[in-house]
């Protein structure tokens, strides 16, 4: 059973950035973020094959976070600029073990612990 350790969640301004990171115990094809704010369901971020394809932002994210990972440590992260309030939410990494499964949250085998991220006005 892969595991999925999650740090980097935090309190910040409307406007500042937080790094999410995501360690994973063993190699995975493909990896993700998803949050999930209070009363709303779970949705996608971002997520991106272990070979660099299939890399995938929902539209909120576009141009403001960047998902990338280091092969040599077996992480990944999400690089949040310019945040927003209505970006406060449970933040997940999540992983599977086939290419392209990390877009959709049906797909996804492993899911981290969760990490809250707060963003005030």
């Known amino acids: 059973q892969m595991k999925l350790v999650e740090s980097g969640g935090g309190s910040v301004q409307a406007g500042g950035s937080l790094r999410l990171s995501c360690t994973a115990s063993?190699?995975?094809?493909?990896m993700g973020w998803f949050r999930q704010a209070p009363g709303k369901e779970r949705e996608a971020v971002a997520s991106i094959d272990i070979n660099g394809g299939n890399m995938k932002y929902a539209d909120f994210a576009e141009g403001r976070f960047t998902i990338s990972h280091d092969n040599t440590k077996r992480v990944h992260y999400l690089q949040m600029n310019s945040l927003r309030p209505e970006d406060t939410a449970t933040y997940y990494c999540?992983?599977?073990?086939?290419?392209?499964?990390?877009?959709?949250?049906?797909?996804?085998?492993?899911w981290g612990q969760g990490t809250q991220v707060t963003v005030a006005a």
């Open positions: 063993e190699y995975r094809y493909c």
């Open positions: 999540a992983a599977a073990r086939t290419y392209g499964a990390c877009a959709s949250s049906d797909n996804v085998r492993f």
